[in-house]
C-alpha cells in the first residue's frame, strides 16, 4: 500500500512537475531564423544569395571518444579552411588554442547537454566531418550569404552581421534598410534527446524564406563604373572616390559604386570606415557643380536671361576684407550668363546671387532638396541643414554662389540635377524596383516626380547653357565625339581646422546624355586627385570614359 501510495503521489499529484523537469533535461528551446531573401539586378541575375552554412553541435549523451581525439579531428578539417580565407594557414600554436578550446566546450562543467563548437562550417567541411562517424556530433543549417559578382556594389548592399543577441541581422545599404522585407521567418526549434537517440522537432512555423527584392541596379554597367573608377583613381592619384548613375527618365538607380569598398563576405577584415556608402552618408562642398542651380533661381525669378550681360566680372570682386577671383584668375568682362556658365566664372556667379537675393535663393535651394533627406531606400543616409536665413553674411552668399560653405550629399545633387532632365521636376532616386514574395510581386515601385521645382522654360534654359558649358568648356577635349552631352565640372577647395586648403580638392562633374533625349544622369566625383586640382582634367574625362562605354553598351548613336 505504501508502495502504491507514493507510485500515486508521483504519477499523479507531483506527474506534471516531474515530467516537465525531464523533458526539461533533455530538451534545448531555440529560435531560429529561415533563410534570408535573395538580392537580383534588374536583369534577374542573384547579386546576394542565401547559401547553406552549418553550425556543428555535440550531443553530449552520446559523445563515445575521447574528447580531446574529437578536438584534434575536426580542428584538422576546419583550421585549413579558415587559414585559406585568412590569406595564410594557421600556425601550429594556433591550432593547439583552438583544439584546447574544443576541449573546454566539451568537458565544460554544465547541466547543459548541447555544447556548440563550430559556426559557418561549410558543405565541404560537413561531408569531411561526417565522413568521421563520431556520434553524438549534430549540424544545424544556419543562414549565410554568397556573393556571386564578388564585392561588387558592396556599399550598396550592405551585409548579414549579428546583433547583441547573435542574432542575423542586415547592416547598412539594402541588407540594413530592407532586413525586415529579407529576414526569414522565425520559428521554435525543440532539440530533444533521450535513450541515446536525438529528435529534432519543429514548431507551428512552417519553414520561409524572407521576400526577394529586385533592384534598378544594372551589373553591366555597374562593373563599367566600378572599373572605370578604379583607373581613374589610379590614374589621377587620387585616394577616393565615387560614381553614381540615375535613370534619366524614372530615377532608378542604374549604378553605385564608391571607393575605398571592403568585402561583404568578410567585412570583418576591413576598416569599419568603408561599411558607409558615402554616396548617401558623406556631405562635401560641391564646388562650380553647384552652379547651375543658382542660375536656375535667378532665371526663376526673371532677374536675368542666358544673354544678360555680366556687369562686375571684368576683375575680382571684394567684400569686406575678401577678394573672390575666378579659378584661373582670367576675367572676362561684359560676358553673358550663358558664358558665365561656360567659364564657371566666380565672380559672374557672386553678381547673379546678388541679384537673385539670399531669400529667393535659399527658398529654391530648399525646393530643390538640399538641407534634407532624399528618402532613398538606403541605410545611413544624412543630410545637413542650411543656415537659417538670418545668419548669412554677404561673404557667405558670394561663397555660395560657386558652391562652397554649403555641404551636400552626392544623392542630393543627383536629384535636384534630374529637374534639368525632367521639365523642372525633380525624381525620387530608389535602388529597389520590386520585392517578391512566394514567387509573386508583392510590391513594386511606381518612381514619381516630385512636384515642379522649376518651370520648363528654365529647366530648358539651364539645359542649353550647360549643353553649351560641355562643347565649349574646359572639358571640351575629353568630349565623346558626336554626342550631344549636357555638363558641369566643379573643383570645391577642402575645409580642415577652419580653414580651405588650397592643395586638397574634391573634383567632380556631373552631367545628362544624350541632352535632346536624356538616357541617364552621371555624376563623377575623385577625392584629392594629385595630378590635378581641377574636375576639367580629372573627373570630367573620367565622366567622358564610362559614358563612350554606356553609349557602346545601350547602343546610342551619335547625334
Same mark, same amino acid.
Given at each position: 500500500?505504501?508502495?502504491?501510495?507514493?507510485?500515486?503521489?508521483?504519477?499523479?499529484?507531483?506527474?506534471?512537475?516531474?515530467?516537465?523537469?525531464?523533458?526539461? $533535461?533533455?530538451?534545448?528551446?531555440?529560435?531560429?531564423?529561415?533563410?534570408?531573401?535573395?538580392?537580383?539586378?534588374?536583369?534577374? $541575375?542573384?547579386?546576394?544569395?542565401?547559401?547553406?552554412?552549418?553550425?556543428?553541435?555535440?550531443?553530449?549523451?552520446?559523445?563515445?571518444?575521447?574528447?580531446?581525439?574529437?578536438?584534434?579531428?575536426? !580542428?584538422?578539417?576546419?583550421?585549413?579552411?579558415?587559414?585559406?580565407?585568412?590569406?595564410?594557414?594557421?600556425? !601550429?600554436?594556433?591550432?593547439?588554442?583552438?583544439?584546447?578550446? +574544443?576541449?573546454?566546450?566539451?568537458?565544460?562543467?554544465?547541466? $547543459?547537454?548541447?555544447?556548440?563548437?563550430?559556426?559557418?562550417?561549410?558543405?565541404?567541411?560537413?561531408?569531411?566531418?561526417?565522413?568521421?562517424?563520431?556520434?553524438?556530433?549534430?549540424?544545424?543549417?544556419?543562414?549565410?550569404?554568397?556573393?556571386?559578382?564578388?564585392?561588387?556594389?558592396?556599399?550598396? /548592399?550592405?551585409?548579414?552581421?549579428?546583433?547583441?543577441?547573435?542574432?542575423?541581422?542586415? +547592416?547598412?545599404?539594402?541588407?540594413?534598410?530592407?532586413?525586415?522585407?529579407?529576414?526569414?521567418?522565425?520559428?521554435?526549434? !525543440?532539440?530533444?534527446?533521450?535513450?541515446?537517440?536525438?529528435?529534432?522537432?519543429?514548431?507551428?512555423?512552417?519553414?520561409?524564406?524572407?521576400?526577394?527584392?529586385?533592384?534598378?541596379?544594372?551589373?553591366?554597367?555597374?562593373?563599367? @563604373?566600378?572599373?572605370?573608377?578604379?583607373?581613374?583613381?589610379?590614374?589621377?592619384?587620387?585616394?577616393?572616390?565615387?560614381?553614381?548613375?540615375?535613370?534619366?527618365?524614372?530615377?532608378?538607380?542604374? @549604378? %553605385?559604386?564608391?571607393?575605398?569598398?571592403?568585402?561583404?563576405?568578410? +567585412?570583418?577584415?576591413?576598416?569599419?570606415?568603408?561599411?558607409?556608402?558615402?554616396?548617401?552618408?558623406?556631405?562635401?562642398?560641391?564646388?562650380?557643380?553647384?552652379?547651375?542651380?543658382?542660375?536656375?533661381?535667378?532665371?526663376?525669378?526673371?532677374?536675368? #536671361?542666358?544673354?544678360?550681360?555680366?556687369?562686375?566680372?571684368?576683375?575680382?570682386?571684394?567684400?569686406?576684407?575678401?577678394?573672390?577671383?575666378?579659378?584661373?584668375?582670367?576675367?572676362?568682362?561684359?560676358?553673358?550668363? =550663358?558664358?558665365?556658365?561656360?567659364?564657371?566664372?566666380?565672380?559672374?556667379?557672386?553678381?547673379? @546671387?546678388?541679384?537673385?537675393?539670399?531669400?529667393?535663393?535659399?527658398?529654391?535651394?530648399?525646393?530643390?532638396?538640399?538641407?534634407?533627406?532624399?528618402?532613398?531606400?538606403?541605410?545611413?543616409?544624412?543630410? /545637413?541643414?542650411?543656415?537659417?536665413?538670418?545668419?548669412?553674411?554677404?561673404?557667405?552668399?558670394? =561663397?555660395?554662389?560657386?558652391?562652397?560653405?554649403?555641404?551636400?550629399?552626392?544623392?542630393?545633387?543627383?536629384?535636384?540635377?534630374?529637374?534639368? #532632365?525632367?521639365?523642372?521636376?525633380?525624381? !525620387?532616386?530608389?535602388?529597389?524596383? %520590386?520585392?517578391?514574395?512566394?514567387?509573386?510581386?508583392?510590391?513594386?515601385?511606381?518612381?514619381?516626380?516630385?512636384?515642379?521645382?522649376?518651370?520648363?522654360?528654365?529647366?530648358?534654359?539651364?539645359?542649353?547653357?550647360?549643353?553649351?558649358?560641355?562643347?565649349?568648356?574646359?572639358?571640351?577635349?575629353?568630349?565623346?565625339?558626336? +554626342?550631344?552631352?549636357?555638363?558641369?565640372?566643379?573643383?570645391?577647395?577642402?575645409?580642415?581646422?577652419?580653414?580651405?586648403?588650397?592643395?586638397?580638392?574634391?573634383?567632380?562633374?556631373?552631367?545628362?546624355?544624350?541632352?535632346?533625349?536624356?538616357?541617364?544622369?552621371?555624376?563623377?566625383?575623385?577625392?584629392?586627385?594629385? =595630378? %590635378?586640382?581641377?574636375?576639367?582634367? #580629372? @573627373?570630367?574625362?573620367?565622366?567622358?570614359?564610362?559614358?563612350?562605354?554606356?553609349?557602346?553598351?545601350?547602343?546610342?548613336?551619335?547625334?
Amino acid at each position: 500500500m505504501l508502495i502504491w501510495a507514493r507510485l500515486f503521489y508521483w504519477q499523479v499529484i507531483e506527474g506534471d512537475k516531474l515530467a516537465t523537469e525531464a523533458v526539461s $533535461q533533455s530538451t534545448d528551446i531555440a529560435e531560429v531564423s529561415y533563410p534570408r531573401g535573395n538580392i537580383y539586378s534588374s536583369d534577374g $541575375q542573384p547579386l546576394v544569395l542565401s547559401q547553406n552554412k552549418f553550425s556543428l553541435y555535440a550531443w553530449l549523451p552520446e559523445i563515445k571518444n575521447g574528447v580531446g581525439e574529437i578536438a584534434s579531428k575536426i !580542428s584538422d578539417i576546419v583550421l585549413p579552411k579558415r587559414g585559406e580565407l585568412n590569406g595564410a594557414l594557421e600556425n !601550429s600554436e594556433k591550432s593547439e588554442d583552438h583544439k584546447a578550446e +574544443y576541449i573546454r566546450i566539451l568537458s565544460e562543467n554544465s547541466s $547543459q547537454k548541447w555544447r556548440l563548437l563550430e559556426k559557418e562550417i561549410d558543405n565541404e567541411q560537413k561531408e569531411a566531418i561526417e565522413r568521421l562517424k563520431i556520434s553524438g556530433l549534430v549540424f544545424e543549417e544556419e543562414d549565410s550569404r554568397f556573393y556571386p559578382e564578388g564585392s561588387q556594389a558592396a556599399q550598396l /548592399l550592405g551585409f548579414l552581421g549579428r546583433d547583441n543577441l547573435g542574432k542575423p541581422k542586415g +547592416y547598412f545599404g539594402l541588407e540594413g534598410y530592407y532586413d525586415y522585407q529579407l529576414r526569414g521567418y522565425e520559428g521554435i526549434e !525543440s532539440r530533444l534527446g533521450f535513450l541515446d537517440r536525438v529528435l529534432f522537432l519543429r514548431e507551428d512555423n512552417p519553414k520561409k524564406q524572407g521576400r526577394n527584392i529586385h533592384l534598378f541596379i544594372d551589373r553591366t554597367v555597374q562593373f563599367i @563604373a566600378e572599373d572605370e573608377l578604379a583607373r581613374g583613381i589610379t590614374r589621377y592619384g587620387a585616394n577616393g572616390g565615387w560614381v553614381i548613375i540615375i535613370d534619366a527618365k524614372d530615377g532608378g538607380v542604374i @549604378a %553605385s559604386a564608391a571607393l575605398p569598398s571592403y568585402d561583404p563576405a568578410d +567585412y570583418q577584415q576591413y576598416d569599419p570606415i568603408n561599411y558607409k556608402n558615402p554616396i548617401v552618408a558623406e556631405t562635401f562642398e560641391p564646388g562650380s557643380i553647384f552652379k547651375p542651380f543658382v542660375m536656375a533661381a535667378a532665371l526663376e525669378e526673371k532677374t536675368i #536671361t542666358p544673354e544678360t550681360i555680366c556687369e562686375e566680372c571684368g576683375g575680382p570682386v571684394q567684400i569686406g576684407e575678401y577678394s573672390v577671383k575666378t579659378w584661373n584668375d582670367k576675367y572676362y568682362p561684359n560676358c553673358t550668363m =550663358t558664358e558665365v556658365i561656360q567659364h564657371s566664372d566666380n565672380v559672374g556667379m557672386v553678381w547673379v @546671387a546678388r541679384k537673385v537675393g539670399v531669400n529667393n535663393l535659399l527658398d529654391l535651394l530648399i525646393k530643390f532638396g538640399f538641407g534634407h533627406k532624399t528618402g532613398i531606400d538606403l541605410e545611413e543616409e544624412t543630410a /545637413l541643414p542650411i543656415k537659417e536665413k538670418g545668419d548669412w553674411y554677404p561673404i557667405d552668399l558670394a =561663397t555660395l554662389s560657386f558652391g562652397q560653405g554649403i555641404a551636400v550629399t552626392p544623392i542630393q545633387i543627383i536629384r535636384a540635377f534630374s529637374a534639368f #532632365t525632367g521639365g523642372g521636376a525633380m525624381f !525620387s532616386p530608389r535602388v529597389v524596383s %520590386s520585392i517578391e514574395e512566394d514567387g509573386i510581386k508583392s510590391w513594386e515601385t511606381k518612381s514619381k516626380a516630385s512636384e515642379k521645382v522649376i518651370s520648363a522654360e528654365t529647366a530648358k534654359m539651364v539645359k542649353e547653357m550647360l549643353v553649351n558649358a560641355v562643347e565649349k568648356g574646359e572639358a571640351k577635349w575629353a568630349k565623346p565625339e558626336g +554626342y550631344y552631352i549636357a555638363g558641369k565640372t566643379g573643383t570645391a577647395q577642402i575645409a580642415i581646422k577652419g580653414h580651405y586648403d588650397d592643395k586638397k580638392t574634391i573634383a567632380s562633374f556631373i552631367g545628362f546624355a544624350p541632352a535632346d533625349d536624356p538616357k541617364f544622369i552621371m555624376l563623377v566625383s575623385l577625392k584629392e586627385p594629385t =595630378t %590635378s586640382p581641377w574636375g576639367s582634367e #580629372t @573627373a570630367a574625362p573620367l565622366w567622358f570614359s564610362i559614358s563612350k562605354r554606356l553609349f557602346y553598351y545601350w547602343a546610342i548613336p551619335p547625334s
